[in-house]
């Protein structure tokens, strides 16, 4: 699954439970797309990721344990000039989008105390950390965006902090019955459930969207003229309160090899009985579980690759030798005649 917005909501809302005005103890910076805080409070210490590489953007607390080296980066080093012994007073997610904002209380070179905030873009490639100060202007940003990059939008210290433009949709906690039955009656009768959820409400991935048309309809790809309004509504109205409620029920679907197919803050049944389920207590714990395995794939997927590589070049090369063999064989039959 994408990590949408309900998604970001869910990650926020456990954070802030665990974490109130946690302490940023230490800034690591293991991969170059990715930013790990190790943040403390009470009795208990975490690791608060922030993910912005184009295959896994994410946000997530984590108890996994990551080799950093040895050297930090400069973008690392920054962070840690401004955050190290910092607090992170309170997070929000400005218009129910994928971006969260940590206000973080710290003290500047002077040691005047100074107010600045992370933000965490999770926008698939777009994906981006940014460091602002109280006055919202951009101090650092793990990936700078010049005018070369984008004509549009530009991630540059010193300019001021846009939030990315979002398309005019409505917020999924915004309860309308009267709205919801408006828009599905002025929607293209001949596309599908899953293409109403997606254009209408803001924040919602597609697997979330099937699951929804799936439990209306009993299948994924139902047009709107076939889903039952009534039925319809009342699942929609069901997931609503869910995300109101953030009784979450964190699940990782596996295939019947064991490896990871797809995870979610609820419970997933369109992809059938075929494969298997399981519930975790808390977002973190899942995400940990699913990613964990997905690099762990990845990387014997990767090291097969290097294998398989090595080899085919290996018998690539034992081949041209051998060739060049024969022909030097067939070029001596007649050694004794022309002797």
């Known amino acids: 699954m994408a990590f949408d917005a309900c998604m ?24 170059n797309d990715e930013i790990d805080m190790i943040i403390h409070h009470g ?42 012994g910092a607090r992170i007073v309170s997070v929000t997610q400005p218009g129910f989008d994928r971006i969260a904002e940590f206000k973080v209380s710290c003290y500047d070179e002077m040691g005047f105390a100074r107010e600045k905030i992370i933000v965490c873009e999770i926008m698939g490639k777009y994906a981006n950390l940014i460091v602002l100060d109280e006055e919202r202007k951009i101090l650092a940003a793990l990936k700078v965006i010049d005018f070369a990059s984008s004509s549009v939008r530009q991630v540059l210290p010193g300019l001021k902090y846009q939030v990315p433009a979002m398309a005019e949709k409505i917020i999924p906690t915004e ?82 090899s064991g490896k990871p197919i797809d995870y979610s803050y609820m419970d997933i049944s369109y992809l059938g009985q075929s494969v298997d389920k399981r519930v975790y207590e808390r977002i973190s714990d899942m995400l940990d579980c699913y990613f964990a395995e997905k690099d762990r794939l990845e990387h014997i997927h990767q090291r097969a690759h290097d294998i398989t590589t090595l080899l085919n070049n290996a018998v690539a090369r034992t081949e041209r030798k051998l060739g060049i063999q024969r022909q030097a064989l067939l070029d001596a039959d007649k050694g004794e005649e022309y002797k």
Not at 194 to 205: L, M, P, V
């Open 8 to 31: 970001m909501r869910a990650v926020l809302t456990e954070f802030s439970s665990e974490f109130p005005e946690a302490k940023i103890e230490k800034v690591l910076q293991p991969r």
């Open 43 to 84: 009795r208990s210490s975490r690791r608060l990721v922030f993910n912005v590489g184009p295959n896994a953007p994410r946000l997530q607390l984590s108890d996994t344990q990551k080799e950093n080296p040895l050297k930090a980066p400069m973008f690392c080093m920054l962070l840690r000039k401004y955050f190290l």
């Open 175 to 256: 309860i309308n019955e009267q709205l919801f039955y408006e828009r599905l009656s002025d929607f293209p009768p001949e596309r599908t459930g899953e293409k109403f959820i997606t254009s209408t409400y803001s924040g919602i991935a597609t697997q979330i969207a099937r699951e929804l048309v799936f439990r209306a309809s009993g299948h994924t790809d139902t047009p709107v003229c076939n889903i039952d309004k009534e039925r319809f509504y009342s699942v929609f109205r069901a997931w609503q309160q869910l995300l109101i409620d953030e009784s979450y029920t964190p699940t990782i679907v596996f295939d019947g």
